[in-house]
Every structure is written in C-alpha cells, then in structure tokens.
C-alpha cells in the first residue's frame, strides 16, 4: 500500500467503522479466527475489466475472488453493462413492476427443473429471508435446521456476534454438514419448517466436502418423511456448476431455490424460487424491498443468463482446474502439499496441515505483492473472463510467491 491507498485508508477510518465495513475488512476469517486486511494488502479497487482490477494506486491485479462471486462474466462485460443502460434509459426504480421482471421469472424457471414460480429480491440475505418466510408460512412451524460454519447471510435467526440477540438463534438447530443420521435426529426431535443447506459443505477455512452419493435422496426423503420444506442455498455457487444450477446438478429436489450473486454479473439481483407446492405459501407472505425489483439490474441478469451455458460452465471448471493442478504441482516442487476442494469453478485452496492458515496468510500476501489477489480462507472464484494465459501468468507469480514464503525451499 503506498500513496492513494493510504490516503484512501486513513480517510476512511475517520468516518466508517474499522475503515472498510463488513466482509471485505476481513483478509482471514474462519470460525476461531479473524484478521483485517494487512496494510500492504490493496484496500480500495479504482477500475475493473476482465479479470482485473487496478487498485488505488494504479497497480494492476488477476482477480480470483470476482467480488465474492457475482463477477462470473467478467468486469464491465459489454452485453450485460449494454442491456443495463438500455433499461436504465426507461428508468430505474419504478411505482410497478417492469416487463422485464416477468421475462427473468420466466427465463429462471425454465432453467431450473422443478421450480414453478420465481420471486425477485436484491440480495442473497432477501433470498433466504423470503424463503424462510414461505417455509413458515407452508408448514406452519417455525424451527430451522441449518450446518455448522454454514453462512447464509443476514436472517435475524441465522447472523450472530456481537448486536445479535442470543434469544433470535432460539428457532436454529445446527448439524454437521452431510450427516444424514443428526439429520434424521432434529428432524424426529420437534417440528421443523425448513432444512436449509448449502448444495455442497461450503464452510470458510474448512474443507469443502462435496455430497456422496445417495446423499440428497436421503435429505429429500427426511424432509418428505417430517414435513419439512427443503430450502436450498445456491447462492454462492448458483451459475458456476451447471446452468440448470446446482440442484438438477447434485441431483437435488428442493422446495425452495436461492439465488443472487452470480445472477446478474455484480448487479444486485436475487430470487427465490419454489416449487408448485410452495406457491399457496408464497402468495399468502409479505416480504418486500423498495429496490427490489430494480428494472435495469433485471435487464442485466437477463443479458447475463444468456452468457451463462453448459460450455461457460465448463470454461469456468477448466480453468479452476488449470490453476489448481498448476498450484499443486509449484507447491510440490518445493516439498509444500496443498489442500485444495471444492469444485473447481470455485475452488477453496489451503496448506495441507496449515491449521491456522499461517501459510496460507503468507502465500495470499506474497501473490497480492506480485498483482494477483486471491483470499486465505474463503474459496476463489473463476469466471469467464479468466483465459488459459491469465492462469498461466498467476503460476509464473505464484513460482516466485511460493519461493518467497518463510517454509519455501
Ligand atoms: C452461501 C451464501 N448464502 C447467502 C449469502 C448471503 O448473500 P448476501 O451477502 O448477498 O446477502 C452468502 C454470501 O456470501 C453466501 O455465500
């Protein structure tokens, strides 16, 4: 960090808390640990294309965080950006819904097997809030079952720390992810409204264990068995996996879909969508945001869907995998092991035995000093912008980062 970082930093620390407020203050977090950015980490982006972003100062960086995912087209992508300002030329925030909130309904729906209807929000927090609210209302019951480490966004029952109120968690069971038998357990214990998972385990700073075989038949044939609505958070890997998204690939039936991030290229677009079963329920709620159903965001996500196939799928899992195998075999060379889950499109990538993310810490400053940014403990992402040589260039970088690290060889 030099000059206009600085500036920006100390600035920033005089009228916002900490100076960068929420999740991009934190460089490291995972459940026993949380570290703020270090100074000589980029703090403030000033422009984006592609894969990359300059920072305060003019320096350029390979970006594999992509906002925390919804970059998945690539920064300022022309078509998506083109259909926003051609919306936005109509207006922006209007008395009644546009046309083009029917057109996305419709296009999500028929992307995603299983989904009858689509209700649109503007954050990932909105998606679930409104599905947790069509869950209660469709049971009648009011207790959640979620995982351990799961993060589904701000719901009143599910955030925590400190200006939270212990007694708002009274209505959470948590269960390891995967564990179909205390599945089974909280399910028999009390009733419950909704079983809400993320389609893989999708922890930060943990291994992200994908499902094995069988595993959501098991899960759907438990809600089936309870009564349960079966709410499935797609959010952070929703348009990465499979265009269908990630339920049709796990092979999963759930009740109610979450999306967002992804959806709309870094507009802010959300939606929950449900089952046929589910809409009764939904018609009966009332969850609601003045800027939801922001008219040229829509357009966005709509141009973006267009971009989102089986074959930008596929880019994304081959990349992901050029640069996780590239990683591994670097590392290797210098006696180093990774551990690296996750799908490939958005891989989590660790030190093997790194329990407290020292290493980890080490590398993702090293590689931030040679122009690539990358996070310790939260999963990158890939994107359609990132080519063969984007990823070939971070190797060259992450060469030298792995030689700089103090257990390099
Ligand atoms: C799996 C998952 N669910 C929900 C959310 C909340 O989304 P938002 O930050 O848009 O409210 C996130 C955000 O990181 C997430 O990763």
Same mark, same amino acid.
């Given at each position: 960090?030099?000059?206009?970082?600085?500036?920006?930093?100390?600035?920033?620390?005089?009228?916002?808390?900490?100076?960068? $407020?929420?999740?991009?203050?934190?460089?490291?977090?995972?459940?026993?640990?949380?570290?703020?950015?270090?100074?000589?980490?980029?703090?403030?982006?000033?422009?984006?294309?592609?894969?990359?972003?300059?920072?305060?100062?003019?320096?350029?960086?390979?970006?594999?965080?992509?906002?925390?995912? @919804?970059?998945?087209?690539?920064?300022?992508?022309?078509?998506?950006?083109?259909?926003? #300002?051609?919306?936005?030329?109509?207006?922006?925030?209007?008395? +009644?819904?546009?046309?083009?909130?029917?057109?996305?309904?419709?296009?999500?729906?028929?992307?995603? @097997?299983?989904?009858?209807?689509?209700?649109?929000?503007?954050?990932?927090?909105?998606?679930?809030?409104?599905?947790?609210?069509? %869950?209660?209302?469709?049971?009648?019951?009011?207790?959640?079952?979620?995982?351990?480490?799961?993060?589904?966004?701000?719901?009143?029952?599910? %955030? $925590?720390?400190?200006?939270?109120?212990?007694?708002?968690?009274?209505?959470?069971?948590?269960?390891?992810?995967?564990?179909?038998?205390?599945?089974?357990?909280?399910?028999?214990?009390?009733?419950?409204?909704?079983?809400?998972?993320?389609?893989?385990?999708?922890?930060?700073?943990?291994?992200?264990?994908?499902? @094995?075989?069988?595993?959501?038949?098991?899960?759907?044939?438990?809600?089936?068995?309870?009564?349960?609505?079966?709410?499935?958070?797609?959010?952070?890997?929703?348009?990465?996996?499979?265009?269908?998204?990630?339920?049709?690939?796990?092979?999963?039936?759930?009740? +109610?879909?979450?999306?967002?991030?992804?959806?709309?290229?870094?507009?802010?677009?959300?939606?929950?969508?449900?089952?046929?079963?589910?809409?009764?329920?939904?018609?009966?709620? $009332?969850?609601?945001?003045?800027?939801?159903?922001?008219?040229?965001?829509?357009?966005?996500?709509?141009?973006?869907?267009?971009?989102?196939?089986?074959?930008?799928?596929?880019?994304?899992?081959?990349?992901?995998?050029?640069?996780?195998?590239? +990683?591994?075999?670097?590392?290797?060379?210098?006696?180093?092991?990774?551990?690296?889950?996750?799908?490939?499109?958005?891989?989590?990538?660790?030190?093997?035995?790194?329990?407290?993310?020292?290493?980890?810490?080490?590398?993702?400053?090293?590689?931030?000093?040679?122009?690539?940014? +990358?996070?310790? #403990?939260?999963?990158? $992402?890939?994107?359609?912008?990132?080519? @063969?040589?984007?990823?070939?260039?971070?190797?060259?970088?992450?060469?030298?980062?792995?030689?700089?690290?103090?257990?390099?060889?």
């Amino acid at each position: 960090m030099s000059g206009e970082d600085a500036a920006l930093l100390a600035r920033a620390r005089a009228v916002i808390p900490n100076g960068v $407020f929420g999740h991009r203050r934190s460089f490291a977090f995972t459940a026993t640990q949380m570290r703020t950015i270090p100074e000589d980490y980029p703090h403030f982006v000033a422009g984006a294309r592609g894969c990359r972003f300059s920072d305060a100062d003019g320096q350029p960086y390979i970006d594999y965080l992509c906002g925390y995912g @919804p970059m998945v087209s690539g920064y300022a992508r022309a078509e998506v950006d083109a259909a926003f #300002t051609a919306q936005q030329a109509r207006g922006v925030c209007h008395s +009644l819904p546009s046309p083009v909130e029917v057109a996305l309904a419709e296009a999500l729906v028929a992307r995603h @097997p299983g989904m009858a209807w689509s209700a649109c929000s503007q954050s990932g927090t909105d998606a679930i809030d409104v599905a947790i609210a069509v %869950a209660r209302a469709h049971t009648g019951r009011a207790a959640l079952v979620v995982a351990h480490g799961a993060w589904h966004g701000n719901h009143v029952n599910l %955030a $925590f720390g400190a200006g939270r109120v212990a007694q708002e968690q009274g209505q959470v069971r948590r269960i390891a992810w995967g564990d179909v038998a205390a599945l089974a357990d909280a399910l028999a214990r009390e009733p419950v409204a909704a079983v809400l998972l993320c389609p893989y385990d999708q922890q930060v700073g943990a291994a992200n264990a994908l499902p @094995p075989a069988g595993h959501w038949a098991q899960v759907r044939a438990l809600c089936d068995r309870h009564g349960a609505a079966l709410v499935l958070d797609d959010i952070r890997a929703g348009f990465r996996l499979d265009p269908r998204g990630s339920a049709a690939h796990f092979g999963i039936a759930p009740d +109610l879909h979450c999306l967002s991030k992804a959806l709309a290229n870094g507009y802010p677009v959300a939606a929950t969508l449900g089952s046929a079963a589910m809409l009764a329920a939904a018609q009966r709620v $009332f969850v609601s945001g003045t800027f939801w159903g922001l008219a040229p965001a829509l357009a966005a996500a709509l141009a973006n869907l267009e971009l989102l196939d089986a074959a930008a799928c596929a880019h994304m899992a081959a990349m992901g995998t050029r640069l996780c195998d590239g +990683l591994q075999a670097l590392a290797a060379r210098r006696g180093l092991e990774l551990a690296i889950s996750g799908p490939p499109a958005l891989p989590l990538v660790g030190f093997a035995g790194d329990h407290e993310h020292a290493l980890a810490c080490a590398f993702s400053e090293a590689m931030a000093r040679r122009g690539v940014l +990358l996070h310790p #403990t939260h999963n990158w $992402f890939l994107s359609l912008a990132h080519t @063969p040589a984007d990823i070939d260039e971070t190797l060259e970088r992450a060469e030298a980062a792995l030689a700089a690290l103090p257990a390099g060889r």
